[in-house]
């Protein structure tokens, strides 16, 4: 099924530990985005991309970082991951923003302890 | 501004009522604006769309009413159903070519 894929589903690490979450489109869309979601808040853009080979900070950028080498794939990276990065981490894409509405993944679970 | 902690807004409704749920968005100069849903472990999902130049959008059981003035934004559900039980956000455009996002409500359908 067409849409946005997001990898792993769940993941545990402790304080310090790296990890990457791999976001794919297959929709051709040139925007890609991710956002965190805590326990009674909206969604926060993280980092996001207009397309290939080039991103951009959002909101709370801080302790992330991401790639965007092919325009399928939208890779967010913790480099030490710290217990405030204890979220879920939702990517979305679209087409023209402001146009259309974004797509989502169905969200990773991360819990840093 | 955010709220940090707080618990998300409930509306609790009786399974065949209407619902409404209401959003105040910041922006003035925000052109297009969207309801999304999200339902328990799931991502978020596109419900309806308005643009600036509308008042009212209807789709199948649920409309969108904009009121610029007072910068204001509403969903409507006609016969809440059980499955409508999730977490709503409104989403706006402000011309800065990302979307941003309301804090969402939580409904509640009693049966």
């Known amino acids: 099924n067409a849409g946005v894929t997001q990898t792993p589903k769940f993941r545990v690490l402790k304080t310090g530990q790296s990890m990457t979450l791999l976001c794919a489109q297959d929709m051709n869309h040139e925007y890609m985005y991710w956002y965190r979601q805590d326990p009674g808040m909206g969604l926060r853009l993280i980092h996001y991309?207009?397309?290939?080979?080039?991103?951009a900070k959002g909101e709370v950028p801080d302790g992330y970082n991401v790639s965007r080498l092919k325009k399928q794939n939208f890779l967010l990276g913790l480099e030490s991951a710290a217990p405030s990065q204890t979220s879920v981490y939702f990517c979305?894409?679209?087409?023209?923003?402001?146009?259309?509405?974004?797509?989502f993944g169905s969200g990773t679970r991360l819990t840093v302890v | 501004g955010e709220s940090v902690g707080l618990h998300l807004p409930t509306l609790s409704v009786q399974e065949g009522d209407n619902s409404i749920i209401n959003c105040a968005y910041s922006?003035?100069?925000?052109?297009?604006f969207i309801w999304y849903k999200q339902e328990s472990g799931k991502g978020p999902q596109f419900i309806i769309d308005i643009r600036s130049n509308m008042d009212k959008r209807q789709g199948q059981r649920v409309t969108v009413l904009l009121n610029k003035t007072v910068k204001h934004l509403s969903l409507q559900i006609a016969a809440t159903q059980p499955g409508d039980s999730a977490v709503y956000f409104c989403a706006e455009n402000n011309q800065g070519g990302k979307l941003i996002f309301g804090q969402g409500t939580e409904l509640s359908v009693k049966p």
């Open positions: 991309s207009v397309g290939e080979g080039t991103t």
């Open positions: 979305a894409s679209s087409y023209v923003p402001g146009t259309y509405g974004y797509t």
């Open positions: 922006n003035s100069a925000s052109d297009y």
